[in-house]
């Protein structure tokens, strides 16, 4: 339409609006990026970097398995390296319960066509002698990965940029109105533009454009716990993850020990600040060290967590709006979004150019929440239970 | 009775602790050494049969009236040396003692947390044999060693003439003093060095002394470059034109202090940047109230030396002892502020005469390491810094290229970023921001949390 400044407005530079960015500016549209900070500075950079593919949503495999084959074409997409390492998975239980529900996760990726192997016993030991004595049983998907967040998003941008996104950093975005078919995009101290579609991908700040439009969902910010070893010798080479969420770790080849795990910590996305409690330092190193004994002497030299939109049922928000044309939400991962992005980039770009994806992305609409909310297993193993913010 | 914390048993948190002792208050006393004193006044190794006079020199009896006053208060503080506080959460401290975890609930904390050395990198810093300033000084006080036989004492830091006349007069063979200040830079700090004519004395008393020992002495040379094989062979100097090596076996690197601020940052203190020290310092009013319940003293505030250290920590706990309805006499208050300001005056005025390199922090060739802990050199910032969307930021630059990410978290390597930094985005030193401080304030051993904490 004349007079407009391009054909998509998105908000928010994490990975989602960047591998956006990167589809819409590869089928010829007109993108402008805002990001209030810079690239992937916010959940997107500092997340733990996990590509999982083992222990997934089923009905977001189709998803989880389109951005799995884009991540392994990270470097052909963008022309650059970010540390993508095909280290596989290994999911661990501690008893025969925990055994049960790995069971179940690994008939559910396997229905999806995902190979994962059943290990216990002394094959365990064997394949894994680092793995604790707690440690009963184990699935492995050699297919997982891990990536570093801190390159990948600022890469993934700056491919968009040689497309012809125009990706503008520091550039806070005050208001989004409906004007005609279209959008205004009001901007703090840069003047105001218009655009045909708007992707909403503002991450845990993303309530302030919904709610513009009449809709909602019961959003929270919460964020990891992580901390990270200085180096020792290289032998982790899977990302190792318990069942209970106790443990979630893996080793980089320069030799750094990366650690995440439950109960997730509060954030202030108002404060754009998310400490790291102590306390819950103390009890993952403690978990770390009873399942990786041979790391018990190294040292945790730095602490970080993140700002990362959260749902009850634990399941994002993806797809158009469902009071607006034109505009499209893809925010609250949950803590998983990592994986997910350049498929959710890839899905919403077909959205927007095509109206329509052979990814199904419907269990993920913004509309969900209007008859109550589900509360997932989920969310109950993944927060302290008084301090969960139910909404 | 009001729970305080102190943190640090140098000058500033001995003095502290004597004065609330005097009010009937046991602090708890965290250090991290073994034994109590600090950096600068601190305790031999036992058994160590050091000449403390030649070592102290003209501070000898400061020395022996500080321990004795930690030695009168002793059974009336909770002292709990080799104490590393890694985090501070609310009002709880947590500490990590003999390799076992703790937590010290407080009232009030009074962080004395001391200064670390600041150093410019250059080619060749990472070799065996080159050592801070502080820890040649510290080597030789702790362990009655030398860092070599043949020794330089380089940078930009009255310490260093302090520091090589330490090694002159306990025997070893100091090779040369280089200082990268002009002359001219020390005479024209002259007004502000006035306000301690004694320490201004004692300086210029150890430039005589050294240059009587015929020990050269060179001021407004920068090193090029610390040489050698498989460790230091000598250092390579640059005084305008002129270029020379001076043969060597170890190199003490000092360009001044700065603050221990990360327990600081983590208890909500605020920054400022301080143009002349060229550093973000917390902020604290006259008395050292840095926030609620929170008090700063000594050289982990602001640099100034260990007397005003022993001052700051004395007009700190006053502070406290008032916060909490105890109201200090005005004229002690009145008294102690001014002792403190004299002194921090003359601080600033050595951080001109003993000026921050920062164009030779700025110019670090490409090829040479800046971040010892990560191994990232000076190259490798300004690359990441050059690309599109490239970072303009210190933390986000560490982000981008770990620089600052390892063991020390950028204690040793961020200042010299700033600068990289600064020069590489066309942007004030002041505009690139700091590193912002992480737990844990120095490494802890994983099986910390094997034990609950108690």
New interface residues.
Partial sequence: MIGRSADVAIVGGGLMGVWTAFFLARSGRRVVLFEKG??G?QSS?VNFGNLRLQGRFGGQYPLSLRSHALWEDFEALTGETCEFEATGHLYVAANADEAARLEGYARQAEAHGIAIERVGGNELRRRWPWLGEGVHAATYSARDATANP??AT?AA??AA?RLGAE?R?GVRVTDVRREGDGFTVELEGAGTLSFGAVVNAAGAWALSIAERFGESAPLFPAGPPHFV??PVPYRIVPSVQAVDGSVIARQIPRGNVIMAGYPRTASDPVLNRAP????K??????????TLPA??????????SGIEGYLPDMLPVIGPSVTTPGLFHAFGFCGHGFQLGPGVGAALAELIVDGTSPTPLTPFSIGRFGEGVAVSDKFLKEFDQPAAVTS | MTRVAIVGAGPAGIRAAAALVEAGIRPVLLDEAARPGGQGYRTPSPGLDLDMAALMGSEAAHHARLHGLFAAIHDRVDYRPETLV??V?GRTL?VATQGR?GMVAFDALLLATGATDRVVPCPGWTKPGVFTLGGAQAILKDQGCFIGRRVAFVGSSPLLLLAALQYQSLGAHVAAVVDTTPFGAKLAALPDLAASPRTLRRGIAYRTKLRAAGIPVHDGAAPVAIEGRDGVEGVRLRHGAREWTIACDAVALGHGLKPETQLADLAGAQFAYDPVFRQWLPETDADGRAGPSLYLAGDGAAIGGAYAAEASGTLAAAALLADHGRPQPKATLRRLRQEVARLRRFQRGLARAFAWPAGQAAALPDDATLCRCEGITAGEVRRAMA???G?R?VN?VK??TRVG???C?GRICGPALADIVAAAAGLDHAAVGRLRG???VK?????????P?G
Wanted: hydrophobic letters at 50%; zero cysteines; aromatic letters at 2%.
């Fill in positions: 810079p690239v500075a950079g801190r390159l600022p941008a700056r940029a990706i950093e070893t200085e790291v409690p102590p306390a330092t103390l009890a993952g190193m403690g978990h770390l060290a009873r790391l018990r002497h190294a040292h945790v030299i730095r602490v970080w | 890694w985090a959460d947590h975890a690309q599109p969307l970072p930021e986000r982000a981008i990410m390892g063991r978290q992480q737990a844990p490494p802890i051993p994983l099986v910390l949390g094997a034990e904490a």
